[in-house]
């Protein structure tokens, strides 16, 4: 699959880069971790310019993310309202959590948006709730940039300095992706029991 990341990033470029950030953000066919890392090997051979390199793929990327930001806001939280009263116990989720959640993201999500950006695997789903529960768009744009630049300005300096030894990278950010996807998963798991618990603590006492 490298290989024609390769040849894509030699025949269309600045474009290619674009394109395929684009489609790595809106379905993941290959990770950002190679698409970047390559345009960096190409940029530290002089092909490309580092800076351009940057810029395409975090526009590619931008385009993909302001799609699915779109998409979720105008699905809006209130029509999953019946979904999560009927099978948010899966989600361990209540409509009274989501409203605690509206509350937190309009303090908070500027951050959350911001460093969820630069963390593998999180980063695709960022768009997701900052649609969902209507954050400013302007907002959302600006820590999605900022987030996503720092995301490829880093792939695509690795890439620079390490060469054609990119798969090196994987040696650090694979176990990375790993431990947040464990994390994340023994998160989930936690919160399905303990919120199991909690809803058999209230249909006793009610």
Known sequence: M??????LIEQAGYLG?????????????????VIMSIA????????L???????????????????????????GIVRFK???ENWGHWLTVSWADVEKAERWFAKHGTFF??????????????????????????TFFIASTLGTAGWTALLATAGY?????????????GPA???????LGGAYLWRVWTHRKTIGKRNRNG
């Open 49 to 75: 310019s580092f800076g351009w390199v940057v810029a395409a793929g975090t526009t590619g990327a931008m385009l993909g993310n302001v799609f699915w930001y779109l998409v979720a806001r105008a699905l």
């Open 113 to 138: 948006v911001f460093l969820g950006r630069m963390l593998p695997t999180v980063r695709s789903l960022v768009s997701v709730p900052a649609g969902l529960l209507k954050m400013r768009f302007k």
């Open 82 to 84: 019946p979904f999560i």
């Open 40 to 47: 960096g090997i190409k940029a530290g051979q002089g092909q």
């Open 17 to 33: 880069i674009a394109f395929l950030m684009f489609l790595e953000t809106v379905f993941p066919p290959i990770p950002s971790e």
């Open 177 to 183: 992706s790993t431990a947040i996807i464990v994390v």
């Open 2 to 7: 490298s290989d024609w990341v390769v040849n």
């Open 161 to 173: 300095k390490l060469g054609e030894n990119f798969s090196e990278i994987d040696e650090y950010l």
